[in-house]
């Protein structure tokens, strides 16, 4: 994201949220943190967060978390289940 975008979501906090202020250092911050952020993305998940909650949302309220299974050992889980599943009868 840049600069732009990055403004274009304060302003819409800003105009939702009357309280919610931002200057050129928060854009600068924003910028730099969401940097690797789709800006579309972002701009979607602000208007929604701004029509379901009633306190502004901080950055981590708005970027795409990477997906749990993706972090997920597949491999180490399916080990696991195979070791523990070793020796036991169906319905004990």
Partial sequence: MNRE???EVLKL???AYP???FDQSK???WAR???NQ???VIMNNAERYVLE???PPALSDLIVKPNEAH???FLKTIVEWERDAVGRNPGS
Avoid: H
Wanted: no cysteine; charged share 25%.
């Fill in 27 to 29: 854009i600068d911050t």
């Fill in 19 to 21: 309280n919610f202020d």
């Fill in 53 to 55: 909650n009633k306190f």
């Fill in 71 to 73: 972090n997920t050992n």
């Fill in 13 to 15: 906090i800003s105009d």
């Fill in 5 to 7: 975008k990055v403004y």
């Fill in 38 to 40: 789709n800006p579309a």
């Fill in 33 to 35: 943190l969401l940097k």
